[in-house]
């Protein structure tokens, strides 16, 4: 792996208005992300986990400035992407691609496979290649995802979940990105699917030297695939470390409480380990609490967890912690 920074995130912040009434009036914002910062390494697959609404999906469409961000920067290969425009950011967006949560919806069903594959090569103003050529890298690139090329003239209504899957990272390697953001790729499919897909993610990575940002809830899932995990909760970054380290020695009481949910095929190891239950609801990021977000559902929580929201702080090597219990 290289150790040159393809990917900063500083102090990210996602903020979006609510409006009511006949008149629109503000009633309040919705803080779905509330300063994140991380770095990617090229060649490196970062994890970004936590429960459903943390925030996780808008952080990896903010890097890709699908959302444009309220405040923080996003600095990609060294530029600072921020606040560029549309046309300013039309040279990254090739390198930058996105694979989603639900393939059949980010697939035009009026275009066949080959369709689909071909457009996203010839839509590169660079691109020189000749009919026969776009066909050819067609193949190719069908070849590489595990697709027979005889589907070209299918439609995506006539493949299962785990071919229009693949189909979707045949379309973001036709562009031939550095970056990927991975929206939860493997969550509608089937166990024994999402295992063959998360293996075709690792070997695309090794002959073609990509980086991705690996969103996604289950941390089975993350723990096979990540070099480096960042754990979410309402719209912060609470935990960073080593997938390895993060499951060895996890130092967040909200990690822990996640991990200790993640079942162990191990009989003799799961009767002794103890569940983590946590009391409440995820506060809404209409309404977030002050201090730590997470000391509403803390059973550690102190007085200042409730006034002051901790920052991450370095606990060992690489791994890093924003909890004030921890010292």
Do not use: W
Request: proline content about 5%; hydrophobic content about 35%; some cysteine.
């Amino acid at each position: 792996m290289k150790n040159n920074t393809l990917l900063e995130v500083n102090d990210l912040k996602m903020h979006f208005p609510i409006f009511k009434g006949a008149f629109g009036m503000k009633a309040g914002v919705v803080k779905a992300v509330d300063g994140v910062s991380f770095s990617v390494r090229e060649g490196e697959t970062f994890g970004l986990v936590g429960e459903s609404g943390c925030g996780k999906t808008t952080v990896g469409r903010s890097i890709l400035r699908i959302y444009k961000p309220t405040a923080g920067t996003v600095i990609y290969n060294g530029e600072d992407i921020t606040s560029y425009t549309e046309k300013e950011m039309s040279k990254y967006r090739r390198e930058m691609q996105m694979i989603f949560q639900d393939p059949y919806s980010s697939l035009d069903p009026r275009q066949s496979v080959g369709s689909i594959v071909r457009e996203a090569i010839t839509t590169d103003k660079n691109c020189k290649l000749s009919l026969s050529e776009v066909d050819a890298k067609v193949d190719e690139l069908l070849q590489l995802v595990e697709l027979d090329a005889s589907m070209k003239d299918r439609y995506p209504h006539e493949m299962s979940g785990g071919q229009r899957q693949r189909l979707g990272i045949a379309r973001a390697l036709a562009c031939n990105p550095k970056l990927i953001v991975c929206d939860e790729p493997v969550s509608a499919l089937d166990v024994s699917i999402q295992a063959q897909i998360i293996n075709l993610f690792i070997r695309l990575q090794k002959k073609l030297g990509l980086t991705y940002v690996f969103v996604a809830h289950d941390l089975a899932v993350v723990r096979h695939i990540s070099d480096r995990i960042a754990v979410m909760y309402l719209g912060n970054v609470v935990e960073i470390t080593e997938a390895t380290e993060l499951y060895d020695n996890p130092l967040h009481p909200y990690t822990k409480a996640l991990l200790s949910a993640v079942p162990v095929t191990d009989y003799d190891v799961e009767k002794k380990r103890e569940r983590i239950t946590l009391q409440g609801e995820v506060p809404s990021p209409i309404n977030a609490p002050s201090g730590c977000p997470f000391h509403p559902r803390c059973i550690y929580a102190t007085e200042e967890c409730k006034q002051k929201k901790p920052e991450l702080a370095q606990h060992g090597d690489n791994h890093f912690v924003a909890c004030h219990i921890i010292k």
